[in-house]
């Protein structure tokens, strides 16, 4: 009799989907045959992963054959992986979990028959007493205790994986029913199942029933374990392991043995094993040690220092955890390791009343060899361990430039680890900072998700520099990292940089500049090949053959619809350091790291209590300046000299910050003058192709400096003006307008476009417009000169 259409039926019961089940044995074919939904389970058990099975599929990397779950638990992955075709190796210490997994997971065929089951659920007159002699009045209802003894007698009478059944039904039936929540934590009315014998038996039953349908062969030898893993893991050969350790959290810490004592107890009916009598849910006594926050990291480095010799690895975890998610990346990048951590939102079942505890960010861990540690690997090897390559040189010059918002968060200890990494000098501060984040930016730019999980290493070895200056003696770092995150709020890029402070001047003015809150916004900048339109999803490869939308609309709305320009073939181009806000005003820097011995020792010291943020240290500053303004007739004699040295060095920063800000100016104005001159020489050289004479070279250089000195709309009516004049004398010139216009956009596709950059966005437009499109502009700005009326235009 087939119960289960399909595998991922079958994963609707586990031990982590503890659940108050009531399917008669006979619904269960009529169910699987009508393809129905199965029962609303109600899970309870600590740290469930029966909600989370498909996305830590989704994450697995492709072609591995084989997986260690380390930490089984229920075996509610090791299952999930058996049902998928692979080898699976399932380890657990605790003894249910141990025949958990006999039973689903290395079990291919074995199954309790009606008359086993019967014999299973029967009296018996030999059974002991110990549960009802321990455990009277908690965790059950009356006559339950009773009945469980001569269950668990009964467990003996049968053999092999028949046992492993037994008593992984046996438990799971303990720790689910009427009331209660799963663990064995509370000896109060509240932490007891209400169930009275026949419905104890009743669910034991069709519990029987649905662990014999779960059981299948996938053709593999599959295997379970129960050991140290530490003592397992260097023995194992496998294509991946994953780990879902326990952990410590803010909240609290957990012992699974603890949690579960009653039904770890039962699976050996208690033999070997010392009650504390005088506790109220009667403990038995253990040496297993619990995870806290004191011993968490040395727990993880050990383990995952044990599989150095696995080729991938999965790494569940949670918000909230000891060590923390900068931590675990340490840990994981010192064992040789990239990684790249994914985030989705969860809700363990802690308790039958949900706290903060209970609602969490689960994350996960996608950890692969780092390149150094694999050089020695064949492409085929690479291939089939699914090791991501660093992504190819484009394949096309990029034809546009743009600037995206940045996030900036300063702090030496926490260094990521990338391919073709550059540390640079030791003792060159570095920070963190997160590049941009999918969606749109408030230039109009949209980046979506395979664009930035699929690009984000051409950041990396790109230059951090001043105010996006194009002068070499500007720049003053370099982005060292890069990594792809997902979180509830979308996807985003993180990245390392470094400021060199040892070769720079600028850089180090720039790392006091960031320390003192002077310099406090970033912005980044980007190439990319192709841009499409929100509204008509026209697809550009120039800013001249922009649709109207994107030309007049970018960035604000069209009857009510958001314009934006989706990018395609994104190359990140660098970073740039401002002193004022660009195209995002919370793109601020955050912390800043040390740079001196003295500062790094106390920044170790405060890793413990958290980072503090620029504002948390800016309020600590005001309250200093309080008491020292309340102190200050008591001044001595040596104060004076103190203030005036920070008086002088405030004076020099000053100083410095002005002769930044004027070179600023001075390239701007540089840069807005040469674009002016080639605006106007464009013009002069297409008049004299029209005929235009000027005689000597020097009248040539007078127009020249004439038109270069017009605004932009004196120059539009005068470029109008020329053009009309050329279009009365000349009318066939027109087709020749229309070849040479093909060719400049075509010409100009092939070159980067530059916008912007964030600092002061829509200063220059420069888009490069067709033929008919400058006539207008120029007949509209004569018009407007003359008659002084503003016109609306209309999209048809």
């Not at 349908?213 to 496998?238: C, H, Q």
């Not at 390149?371 to 390559?389: F, S, Y």
């Not at 968060?409 to 640079?424: K, Q, T, Y």
Request: proline share 2%; with cysteine.
């Amino acid at each position: 009799m087939k119960l289960f259409a399909t595998d991922l039926e079958r994963l609707d019961f586990l031990l982590e989907a503890d659940a108050a089940m009531y399917v008669e044995p006979d619904e269960l074919e009529a169910e699987a045959a009508a393809e129905e939904k199965r029962p609303k389970y109600i899970t309870n058990y600590i740290g469930s992963k029966q909600k989370l099975i498909d996305w830590i599929w989704k994450n697995t990397p492709d072609g591995v054959n084989s997986a260690l779950d380390a930490f089984s638990g229920s075996a509610v992955v090791s299952y999930m992986y058996k049902t998928k075709g692979l080898k699976v190796l399932s380890n657990d210490r605790l003894r249910y979990c141990h025949h958990a997994a006999k039973a689903l997971v290395e079990n291919s065929s074995t199954r309790l028959s009606d008359d086993d089951i019967e014999a299973f659920l029967s009296d018996n007159p030999k059974a002991g007493t110990f549960v009802r002699d321990n455990f009277k009045g908690i965790f059950f209802a009356k006559g339950v205790h009773a009945l469980i003894d001569t269950l668990r007698a009964n467990c003996d009478k049968l053999s092999g994986y028949k046992r492993d059944i037994a008593l992984f039904a046996l438990g799971k039936t303990c720790m689910s029913g009427k009331g209660g929540f799963g663990h064995f934590s509370s000896s109060t009315s509240y932490g007891k199942r209400q169930d009275n014998p026949e419905e104890f038996k009743k669910r034991l039953r069709n519990n029987l029933v649905r662990i014999n349908a779960l059981i299948f062969d996938n053709g593999k030898e599959n295997k379970a374990y129960r050991g140290d893993i530490n003592d397992l893991l260097p023995k194992v050969k496998a294509d991946l392991v994953y780990f879902d350790p326990p952990y410590a959290t803010e909240f609290s810490t957990t012992n699974y043995e603890r949690s579960y004592h009653f039904v770890e107890g039962l699976m050996t009916y208690w033999d070997g094993l010392t009650l504390k009598t005088d506790t109220k849910v009667k403990y038995y006594e253990t040496d297993h040690k619990t995870v806290t926050k004191s011993n968490a990291n040395e727990f993880f480095e050990t383990f995952l220092g044990n599989a150095k010799h696995i080729q991938n690895w999965l790494i569940s975890y949670r918000d909230h955890a000891y060590p923390n998610e900068r931590d675990m990346k340490k840990i994981i990048a010192a064992l040789g390791r990239q990684s790249k951590m994914k985030s989705k939102d969860h809700q363990y079942h802690i308790s039958s009343k949900h706290s903060d505890a209970s609602h969490a960010k689960e994350r996960l861990f996608i950890c692969k060899r780092a390149r150094a540690a694999q050089a020695n690997n064949t492409l085929e090897e690479h291939k089939n361990n699914d090791i991501e390559n660093i992504t190819a040189p484009l394949a096309a010059a990029a034809n546009f430039h743009t600037s995206i918002p940045v996030e900036i968060r300063l702090g030496s200890e926490n260094i990521m680890s990338a391919e073709a990494m550059d540390v640079g000098a030791t003792g060159d501060p570095q920070f963190n900072f997160i590049l941009c984040r999918t969606g749109t930016n408030k230039n109009g730019d949209h980046f979506t998700v395979e664009e930035l999980s699929g690009r984000h290493t051409t950041a990396v070895n790109k230059k951090i520099d001043l105010q996006h200056s194009q002068d070499f003696s500007d720049i003053v770092g370099g982005i060292i990292a890069s990594d792809y995150l997902e979180d509830s709020s979308g996807g985003r890029v993180e990245c390392s940089g470094e400021l060199y402070t040892k070769d720079s001047q600028h850089a180090r003015l720039a790392y006091k500049l960031m320390k003192r809150g002077i310099i406090a916004q970033v912005s980044m900048e980007c190439d990319y090949e192709e841009g499409e339109c929100s509204i008509c999803h026209k697809r550009v490869k120039s800013k001249a053959d922009y649709c109207v939308h994107l030309r007049k609309f970018k960035g604000r709305e069209v009857s009510g619809r958001p314009v934006f320009e989706i990018l395609h073939g994104v190359t990140f181009t660098g970073l740039g350091l401002l002193d004022r806000k660009g195209a995002d005003e919370n793109a601020r820097i955050l912390q800043v790291a040390s740079i001196n011995k003295i500062e790094s020792e106390q920044q170790a010291e405060s890793n413990t209590k958290g980072d503090e943020t620029m504002d948390e240290k800016k309020k600590k500053n005001d309250e200093a300046s309080v008491e020292a303004a309340k102190k200050k007739p008591e001044q001595k004699d040596g104060d004076p000299l103190r203030q005036s040295d920070l008086e002088k060095e405030n004076h020099e920063l000053k100083a410095q910050v002005a002769e930044l800000q004027k070179r600023i100016q001075e390239l701007e104005a540089e840069q807005k003058a040469a674009a002016s001159k080639a605006r106007a020489r464009k013009l002069l050289t297409r008049l004299e192709k029209q005929g235009v004479s000027f005689g000597a070279d020097e009248d040539r250089e007078s127009e020249l400096k004439r038109l270069a000195g017009l605004s932009d709309e004196a120059f539009a009516a005068t470029e109008a003006a020329f053009d009309r004049m050329a279009k009365g004398s000349k009318p066939e010139s027109a087709e020749q307008d229309k070849a040479s216009g093909k060719q400049t956009s075509k010409a100009s596709a092939k070159q980067p476009m530059r916008s912007d950059a964030g600092v002061r966005p829509r200063d220059v437009d420069d888009k490069k417009s067709s033929l008919e499109e400058k006539l207008k502009d120029g007949f509209m700005a004569a018009y407007r000169n003359r008659v002084g009326d503003e016109t609306n235009e209309t999209i048809n």
